[in-house]
């Protein structure tokens, strides 16, 4: 009887173990989301608080992150601090948008490394004209010291012009 309780028991705690505890599909999706939020703007955000999630964006991706955007000719390695300030330009040039990441699928070739094909989305308005884009992207996302951190953000170009 006492050995049937503690197998119980046992399971009963693998079991909340496996269920309360994220996966690291369910990390890196929450990071991506986190991603989107510290990217997304309001008109009326504050000096401060823009510095804040600019800096907390930076420390979801690895020192270097590499960045290939061809459309911009951008095919480089930026460290955490360039990442930032162009973070943070880019935040100024377009407030009031909205990030989002949707139709995302993750691959583990290795156990340390994810590679996630999404789509984002950013909606906002510029002046007084509203605008809904979308870029594919191929990001890499690398277990750095225990936590999952962006290596790679790569734009999927469909046609060159």
Not at 58 to 72: E, M, N, R, T
Not at 106 to 120: G, H, S, V
Not at 140 to 152: D, H, M, R, V
Request: proline share 2%.
């Amino acid at each position: 009887m006492k050995k049937t309780v503690i197998a119980v028991l046992i399971l009963a705690a693998a079991a909340a173990i496996f269920v309360l505890l994220p996966g690291d599909e369910k990390k890196i999706r929450s990071n991506l989301d986190s991603l989107a939020g510290y990217l997304s703007t309001t008109e009326t955000d504050k000096s401060l608080a823009t510095l804040q999630k600019v800096s907390k964006a930076g420390k979801l991706c690895s020192d270097p992150c590499a960045v290939q955007f061809q459309s911009f000719n951008i095919d480089r390695n930026f460290d955490r601090k360039e990442l930032t300030d162009h973070i943070l330009m880019m935040k100024k040039m377009l407030p009031g948008t909205r990030f989002s990441f949707h139709d995302t699928s993750m691959n583990f070739p290795k156990e340390d490394r994810a590679d996630i094909t999404t789509t984002l989305r950013l909606t906002g308005k510029i002046e007084s004209d509203q605008f809904t884009d979308a870029y594919e992207f191929a990001i890499i996302a690398e277990k750095i010291e225990g936590k999952w951190l962006f290596s790679s953000f790569t734009v999927v170009e469909f046609m060159e012009q």
